[in-house]
C-alpha cells in the first residue's frame, strides 16, 4: 500500500481550478441514458472511479454476472435497474461493500414484484436477481433515515414500471437534497411527478432523449474551501464549474464556510472565494442534507479549534467505511475526539507535537481529501493515497499546482 508525504512550500498563483464533474449527477444520468429509448446526450461527464465502473458495466449489459466493486451508488442503482430489466443476473461487490446494508431496497424491488435473494448473507450483497419486476403493486413505504440513494433508484424506475410508483418516505428524512437533484434530472428528461411532504408520485412515461451538462463536483471543492481556512499563503482562489442554481446539496459549504472566513462569488465560469478575517468560537452544524463534508468541516473546526456540535451523523456508519470510528481514530492524532452524549461534539485535547502524523484512509476517499489541508500547517503522511480516484482522480495533481509539494513512498 502506496503513501505519500505531504507538504505545503509555496503559493503558486495558477487563478482557477477545474473542478472534477459531480459523480452524484453524472451516476443518475447514466441510469436514465440506459432507461431511455432516445438519444442522450452527456457532456462533462464525471471522471471518478465510481463513475468509471457504472459506464463500464452499462456498456457490458449482456454479462450474467456484473460487479459494482466498491462503488455504493452502483450498487443501489444497479439493482434496482437489473430488478426491471433483467432475469437471472448477479451483483456483488468488494469484501467492504458485502458489508454494506442493502435489504430495504432489496424488500421493496420485492414487493414491487421481483425476485432478489441474498446470495451469501442475508441483508447484504451479493445479490441474485431471478426474475425482473412483474409489477405487483405500485405503493411503497420507505425509511427516509437510510441511504436516499435506496430512494433515488426507485424513483429512476417508477416511470418504466407498467403502473407507476406512489412512494411514501417515513420521517426522518435525511438527504433530502439528493432525492430532489434526482427528481430535477428526471425532469430534464421529460419525467412528470407530484411531490407533497414525504410523498412522490410517478406515473407510467417514457424519458426524452435530449443533452445535460454536468456541473463541478461541490463536494469536491468543500476541499478547497478547507484549504482556504487553513493555509495562511492562500487567499483567493478560482473554481470553475460550479454554478449558483446547483442540483447539489453539498453548496451549503459556501454558507457554512462564511463562519470560517471564506466568502463565495458566483460568477460566470464557476466561483471565486476569498478570505477575509472572521472569530470563529462554536458553531452547531447539521449535516442531514449534507453528510458528504461532514469530514471536511470536522477537520477545518479541529486544525482551528472550534468549539463545533453536530448533528445528521448517523449515514456516516455506512458508507466505504464506518465514518464516525474512522474519523475519531484519525481526530486523535490532531488532538481532537469526538463525542457523543445525547449529540454530536468535538472536543479537543493537548498533543506532544504536531510531527511524524501519519493518516490512514481505511479504503476512504473522504477521508483523505479532508486531512490533506492540514498539511497548510504541518507536513503529514497520508496512507492509500489512491483512493481519491473514488471520486476526485486529479485532486494530488491540483494540489501540486497551487503549490503543495508531494513525495510518493514505496
Not at 17 to 32: A, F, H, M, T
Not at 281 to 297: G, N
Not at 298 to 321: C, F, N, W
Not at 335 to 357: C, M, P, Q, S, V
Request: glycine share 4%; aromatic share 10%; hydrophobic share 40%.
Amino acid at each position: 500500500m502506496k503513501s505519500i508525504n505531504l507538504s505545503f512550500f509555496k503559493y503558486s498563483d495558477i487563478g482557477k481550478i477545474n473542478l472534477n464533474s459531480s459523480k452524484s449527477e453524472s451516476n443518475r444520468i447514466l441510469i436514465i441514458q440506459a432507461l431511455c429509448n432516445k438519444k442522450i446526450n452527456i457532456h462533462n461527464l464525471s471522471k471518478a472511479k465510481d463513475t468509471l465502473i457504472m459506464k463500464n458495466i452499462l456498456s457490458n449489459e449482456e454479462k450474467k454476472n456484473w460487479n459494482a466493486r466498491d462503488a455504493g451508488t452502483a450498487m443501489r442503482f444497479l439493482t434496482a435497474y437489473l430488478a426491471l430489466n433483467h432475469n437471472n443476473k448477479s451483483l456483488t461487490g468488494t469484501k467492504r461493500m458485502q458489508n454494506r446494508p442493502i435489504s430495504l431496497l432489496v424488500n421493496s424491488l420485492n414487493k414491487l414484484g421481483a425476485n432478489i435473494s441474498f446470495i451469501n448473507k442475508k441483508g447484504f450483497p451479493p445479490l441474485k436477481i431471478k426474475q425482473k419486476i412483474k409489477q405487483k403493486t405500485n405503493k411503497i413505504t420507505i425509511k427516509g433515515n437510510i441511504s436516499s440513494q435506496f430512494i433515488s433508484a426507485l424513483l429512476m424506475i417508477s416511470p418504466k414500471l407498467k403502473n407507476g410508483l406512489e412512494l411514501k418516505i417515513l420521517k426522518p428524512f435525511y438527504s433530502k437534497p439528493y432525492i430532489i437533484m434526482t427528481l430535477k434530472i428526471m425532469s430534464h428528461f421529460g419525467i412528470k411527478y407530484k411531490f407533497s411532504n414525504s410523498s412522490i408520485i410517478i406515473h407510467n412515461q417514457e424519458y426524452k432523449g435530449g443533452t445535460y451538462n454536468v456541473e463541478s463536483d461541490w463536494s469536491a471543492a468543500s476541499y478547497w474551501y478547507s484549504i482556504l481556512a487553513l493555509n495562511n499563503d492562500i487567499n483567493t482562489l478560482t473554481l470553475n464549474g460550479l454554478k449558483k442554481n446547483s442540483l447539489q446539496g453539498d453548496i451549503i459549504i459556501s454558507e457554512i464556510m462564511k463562519e470560517f472566513g471564506i466568502k463565495t462569488k458566483f460568477n460566470t465560469n464557476g466561483v471565486t472565494l476569498n478570505k477575509y478575517k472572521k472569530e470563529l468560537k462554536k458553531m452547531k452544524i447539521d449535516f442531514t442534507d449534507c453528510p458528504d463534508i461532514a469530514q471536511t468541516v470536522m477537520v477545518v473546526a479541529a486544525m482551528k479549534k472550534v468549539k463545533l456540535e453536530l448533528k445528521g451523523l448517523e449515514s456516516l456508519k455506512i458508507k466505504e467505511t464506518d465514518r464516525i470510528k474512522s474519523m475519531n481514530y484519525e481526530l486523535n492524532k490532531i488532538g481532537a475526539k469526538l463525542i457523543f452524549n445525547k449529540k454530536w461534539r468535538l472536543e479537543y485535547f493537548k498533543t506532544k507535537n504536531y510531527d511524524n502524523i501519519e493518516i490512514d484512509t481505511y479504503d476512504d476517499h473522504r477521508i483523505a481529501m479532508a486531512f490533506a489541508p492540514i498539511s497548510s500547517i504541518i507536513p503529514i503522511k497520508i496512507n492509500n493515497h489512491k483512493v481519491v480516484e473514488k471520486s476526485y482522480p486529479s485532486f494530488w495533481r491540483d494540489l501540486i499546482k497551487v503549490g503543495y509539494v508531494i513525495k510518493e513512498n514505496n
